[in-house]
Structure formats: structure tokens, C-alpha cells
């Protein structure tokens, strides 16, 4: 069974800096790609980037480019988002999603909460 | 990068078909065929139920159907179910090898 399990949410302030991780179990993890994926209190999914099976390529959408940066450990079977220069409406649930076939978003995490306040 | 545009919401009664729109452009929606859709219940994180316009994976029930016409994909929902009262996000693959999301679109089952 596929288990996706983020942690290093919690509170932050503004212009900080946090850094998630997801552990990965129940499949091989060095063979996909990855992907984190937000979502704002009462608002909708954000796509915030994604990383290739061995970290040569990754995408960001444009409101994190220069700000976060996802990284992995294949050792580790983890995943990672570096987020710096926080502001308030980067407060959301961070998920990372195993990416597949045609770039569906196979499997989930349950999320970690990012708060960004003074 | 904009949202993909979905209704806020919309409705059905149990047996009833419904179906969600999901609009893009040339640069995502229009470009390819890589649009999928989700499932979210409040608290819960997304599923997957369609990928690539119109493919179910292992489980999702054939009640739910994806197709795709120009730079508009719709979601399909038949014989309506009192569990399928969920938010339904719609996602397509970019031009710049990015993923954009729909804004989401609340099913209420009568």
C-alpha cells in the first residue's frame, strides 16, 4: 500500500523559512516523479511544483519560483520542499502527491499545515 | 498560469447525472490530452478519478466518465449517489510542463 506522510508543518512568521519532508513507503520511490500540491483555508488545490525520478528537472508555478525549492533523497525515500521568504498567504495544507501516467496525481498524502503569522 | 474555470457548485438528485465543465486554454487544457480529476471530502485529501480526459483507475466506478472537447473537459456523474456530495477538481498539464488546477466545483446531492 502507497503511504505518503508529510510532517514539518506548524507556525512561521513572515519573511521566514520551513522545510517539509514526506516519507514515502509501499512502492519505489526513486522511479517517479513527485509533486507538492497546496491548498489555502476554503480554497482550492495549488500545484506548487513537481521533481523528476533522479532531481535533473524540476517545475515550479510561478507565485513560489525563487522562493521554494523541492529536493528528494531516493536513499531516503523522501521528498522535501524548502520554503523561504514565507508570507501570510503561503498559509495552507502542503501535500505531496506521487505523480503517474499522463500526470495524474496517483496517490496523496494527508497533508501538513504551513501557518505564516506574526 | 490561471486556474482552470469550473461552476462553484452544482446539483442533483440521487439517480440523476450531472456533469462538471472545467475550461482552459490552448497553453493546457486544449494542448494535450493530460486532464484529471479529483475528489476531495472536507478534511480529507484528494483522490484520483479520471486521468488522461476520460480513464478510471482501479475502483473509481463507471459511474463517473471524462471527455474533452477543445480546450473544455467535462466530468460526468450518472446514477448520482448520496457519497458522491464531494469538491471536484479538474487539473491539466501545461505547455511549460507545469500543472494548473481548476477552482473547484461543489457537488451537493439533494
Known amino acids: 500500500e502507497v503511504q505518503l506522510v508529510e510532517s514539518g508543518g506548524g507556525l512561521v512568521q513572515p519573511g521566514g523559512s520551513l522545510r517539509l519532508s514526506c516519507a514515502a513507503s509501499?512502492?519505489?520511490?526513486?522511479?517517479?516523479?513527485m509533486s507538492w500540491v497546496r491548498q489555502a483555508p476554503g480554497m482550492g488545490l495549488e500545484w506548487l511544483a513537481n521533481i523528476k525520478q533522479d532531481g535533473s528537472q524540476r517545475y515550479y508555478v510561478d507565485s513560489v519560483k525563487g522562493r521554494f525549492t523541492i529536493s528528494r533523497d531516493n536513499a531516503k525515500n523522501s521528498l522535501y520542499l524548502q520554503m523561504s521568504s514565507l508570507r501570510v498567504e503561503d498559509t495552507a495544507v502542503y501535500y505531496c502527491?506521487?505523480?503517474?501516467?499522463?500526470?495524474?496525481?496517483?496517490?496523496w498524502g494527508q497533508g501538513t499545515l504551513v501557518t505564516v503569522s506574526s | 498560469q490561471s486556474a482552470l474555470t469550473q461552476p462553484a457548485s452544482v446539483s442533483g438528485s440521487p439517480g440523476q447525472s450531472i456533469t462538471i465543465s472545467c475550461t482552459g486554454t490552448s497553453s493546457d487544457v486544449g494542448g494535450h490530452n493530460y486532464v484529471s480529476w479529483y475528489q476531495q471530502y472536507p478534511g480529507k485529501a484528494p483522490k484520483l478519478m479520471i486521468f488522461?480526459?476520460?480513464n478510471r483507475p482501479s475502483g473509481v466506478p463507471d459511474r463517473f466518465s471524462g471527455a474533452k472537447s477543445g480546450n473544455t473537459a467535462s466530468l460526468t456523474i450518472s446514477g448520482l449517489q448520496a457519497e458522491d456530495e464531494a469538491d471536484y477538481y479538474c487539473s491539466s498539464y501545461t505547455t511549460s510542463s507545469t500543472q494548473v488546477f481548476g477552482g473547484g466545483t461543489k457537488l451537493t446531492v439533494l
Open positions: 488522461e480526459v476520460s
Open positions: 502527491a506521487r505523480d503517474g501516467f499522463a500526470a495524474a496525481l496517483n496517490d
Open positions: 509501499g512502492f519505489t520511490f526513486s522511479r517517479d516523479w
